[in-house]
């Protein structure tokens, strides 16, 4: 049934133009990431220190939350 829908949905030209806009996007993505990527290191040397810390006191809270509440 999905197979009945999605070929009503997708026509040829669709999926070659959402196959074209995906490979666009990437490509484009990668150029901007590579310019930025100077500035990046100069700007934020230890953001994923402070990434990973705070994602790890979060985890913990949800786990503090979680016992405190039983």
Do not use: P
Request: charged fraction near 15%; charge should be positive; glycine fraction near 2%.
């Amino acid at each position: 049934m999905f197979i009945l829908i999605a070929a009503k949905m997708f026509t040829t030209g669709r999926i070659i133009f959402a196959s074209l806009f995906v490979i666009a996007f990437i490509i484009l993505m990668f150029f901007s990431y590579k310019k930025d990527a100077k500035n990046n290191k100069k700007h934020y040397q230890n953001a994923a220190i402070y990434v990973a810390i705070g994602i790890a006191v979060v985890i913990a809270l949800l786990f503090l939350s979680k016992l405190l509440t039983k």
